[in-house]
């Protein structure tokens, strides 16, 4: 049998029992038709990854018993997306994979040519999770409310770089930009930002030239759809600058962890 992981708020350690949600219960009992004593992995953003069993605590409450930790909690890259919202399949996407490719915080910005007027944030952190569950990422990234592109540029913090995605074909090739990149800023914390569908108005694109720390990169000869765009910069991004440099750790153990999510 498959081992489910499951993300967790509380605490981890060593013999603590850890409380499910209803939710996560429901599942493992009667969609997954888990029995008493199923292992479990359990994984909180903080405390590395740990070993489990399933114990019922009723018709309808469970929780995990720990044993011991499977991985320790390491760094992991830090780079923002900052993305226009994009109809609602298409949005999930985004948030499903880009959480796959090992982003830290999703940041949905609203444009001047921005059509979408209400983002669910609470869905899209619900589909982070089941992303990070299924491919044993050891963090969740941070889903933040909509902001107004003016706004975050204004407040932009000192030292985070910023990647452009211009699709006015300003920029040079993506893999050109940052393999010239010095030292300094390779190591620093970076963030990407994609606009809408309509593309970014003229002053938005000046005020994002005006950021110390801009970098504006093309993405190639054909035009690009905003989800392409957002993934197709955050995988060169990692592959240049991020954790895609490292040789791949594997889990250890005889085991393997399959989704168990809600």
């Not at 489990?52 to 011991?68: D, Q, Y």
């Not at 609203?110 to 609470?122: K, L, P, Q, S, Y």
């Amino acid at each position: 049998m498959s081992i489910g992981r499951l993300f967790v708020e509380a605490d981890l350690a060593a013999g603590a029992e850890v409380p499910l949600d209803e939710a996560q219960v429901h599942y493992l009992r009667h969609v997954m038709r888990r029995p008493d004593g199923a292992p479990l992995l359990l994984f909180n953003g903080r405390d590395g990854e740990w070993r489990g069993t399933l114990s019922a605590r009723g018709k309808k409450s469970a929780v995990a018993e720990l044993g011991e930790r499977t991985r320790e909690q390491v760094p992991e890259p830090d780079v923002w997306l900052c993305f226009a919202p994009v109809k609602r399949a298409r949005i999930d996407y985004i948030a499903e994979k880009a959480t796959e490719l090992g982003v830290a915080v999703l940041q949905p910005v609203v444009t001047r040519h921005t059509a979408v007027e209400r983002v669910n944030v609470g869905r899209l952190r619900a589909n982070a999770i089941e992303a990070a569950e299924q491919t044993e990422r050891l963090t969740v990234p941070e889903v933040r409310e909509p902001v107004d592109l003016g706004k975050l540029l204004d407040g932009w913090p000192g030292g985070r770089r910023l990647m452009m995605c211009d699709e006015t074909g300003g920029g040079p090739p993506i893999a050109e930009a940052l393999s010239r990149l010095d030292d300094a800023a390779r190591a620093a914390p970076w963030a990407i930002v994609i606009g809408p569908e309509g593309g970014f108005a003229e002053i938005e694109l000046q005020a994002l030239r005006r950021i110390k720390d801009v970098t504006s990169v093309g993405l190639g000869p054909r035009i690009l759809r905003a989800d392409t765009a957002a993934l197709a910069a955050l995988a060169c991004w990692q592959a240049f600058l991020g954790d895609w440099r490292r040789p791949t750790p594997r889990l250890s153990g005889d085991y393997s962890a399959s989704r168990v999510t809600v």
